[in-house]
């Protein structure tokens, strides 16, 4: 059940913990003209409950990029440096609804698995924000699974057969697993560089804990043989979003939410996909300590077919 607590009697910056074990309400400050000190509290929020709700923020595109680069730099994820927005979005550009087989929508419909933004990236995200242009009447959840409480909460076995593991992300193969095979080089993420290799478990850089590192887009693990890797990050992925782990928000038009994707995980839930749903998504870089150095001979397995373009 999702309680939604009474943060709108308040006259100034109020920060209410959701009743989840992550997540927090923020509510009664401009958004579009922080002060110093109101962007510190936000930070520091942001930094122990890992997801922030702004209801009903009703910022517009350029001041969601405003807040978004208080942050750190953002990803280019349009392939236009100048557009930092992304419409999460199953409405093509006349606002026409995406057909099922679609390309783009078949990469959107890849959101409704537990994933960490860029992942797949020689660099990973710090974070995302998200606000409601559109949404259908029902469904279109989005949740979020705390990362730093389900590593705690293994027991010390796990703990100490994943302390010097590692894992390649990829965005090819997490697609290939839902049966679409994109084209290399066609999209953001869908690059030529290899997949890059990360510790399944993370140390935050900013507050030192410790956090499971997994999601969609890890699918093998040096050392381990590839089924028995398979299965223990199904095992883990399961374990790390069971319910206790797990806050979900369910939209309003205007709310935006921003995450840590160094700590969390999140999803989509399905909807009625002739309903349009449009989500503005902007991203924030990771520092110099997300970088993790890429594999080129880990490559998706319609790579082969197209080895001679360009291999960077
Ligand atoms: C994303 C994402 C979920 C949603 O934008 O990265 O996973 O609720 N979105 O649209
Ligand atoms: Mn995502």
């Given at each position: 059940m999702i309680v939604q607590?009474?943060?709108?009697?308040?006259?100034?910056?109020?920060?209410?913990?959701?009743?989840?074990?992550?997540?927090?309400?923020?509510?009664e400050v401009d958004l579009s003209n922080l002060s110093e000190s109101e962007w510190k509290e936000i930070n520091k929020a942001f930094l122990e409950y890992?997801?922030?709700?702004?209801?009903?923020?009703?910022?517009?595109?350029?001041?969601?990029?405003?807040?978004?680069?208080r942050f750190g730099k953002l990803e280019t994820l349009t392939g236009n440096p100048l557009i930092k927005t992304l419409w999460v979005s199953n409405l093509d550009t006349n606002g026409d609804i995406l057909p099922l087989d679609d390309d783009n929508f078949r990469i959107i419909r890849g959101n409704e698995y537990w994933h960490t933004d860029s992942s797949y990236m020689p660099?990973?995200?710090?974070?995302?924000?998200?606000?409601a242009v559109t949404i259908?009447?029902?469904?279109?959840?989005?949740?979020?699974?705390?990362?730093?409480?389900?590593?705690?909460a293994l027991d010390s076995a796990t703990k100490s057969q994943i302390s010097g593991l590692a894992a390649y992300h990829s965005f090819y193969r997490s697609q290939e697993e839902l049966g679409q095979e994109v084209?290399?080089?066609?999209?953001?993420?869908?690059?030529r560089s290899g997949a890059p290799l990360r510790p399944l478990v993370k140390d935050h850089s900013e507050t030192g804990r410790k956090a499971l590192y997994i999601g969609r887009h890890?699918?093998?693990?040096?050392?381990?043989?590839?089924?028995?890797?398979?299965?223990?990050?199904?095992?883990?992925?399961?374990?790390?979003?069971q319910p206790?782990?797990?806050?979900?928000?369910?939209?309003?038009?205007?709310?935006?939410?921003?995450?840590?994707?160094?700590?969390?995980?999140?999803?989509?839930?399905?909807?009625?996909?002739?309903?349009?749903?449009?989500?503005?998504h902007t991203r924030i870089s990771g520092d110099t300590s997300e970088f993790a150095p890429t594999d080129p001979h880990e490559q998706p397995t319609h790579f082969a077919a197209q080895s001679d373009q360009s291999a960077n």
């Open positions: 607590e009474h943060y709108f009697t308040c006259s100034h910056m109020h920060i209410q913990a959701t009743s989840s074990i992550l997540g927090a309400y923020i509510c890992a997801v922030l709700v702004f209801p009903k923020a009703n910022l517009t595109d350029p001041q969601q990029v405003r807040f978004s680069k660099v990973s995200a710090k974070a995302s924000c998200l606000s259908p009447a029902e469904g279109g959840e989005t949740s979020w699974a705390d990362m730093r409480a389900a590593y705690d084209e290399i080089g066609s999209r953001y993420g869908f690059h890890a699918y093998r693990i040096p050392g381990m043989e590839d089924n028995a890797a398979q299965e223990l990050l199904k095992e883990l992925n399961e374990f790390a979003c206790c782990f797990v806050f979900e928000h369910s939209w309003s038009v205007g709310d935006m939410v921003l995450w840590d994707n160094r700590c969390v995980l999140h999803r989509v839930k399905p909807y009625d996909y002739s309903k349009p749903r449009v989500m503005r």
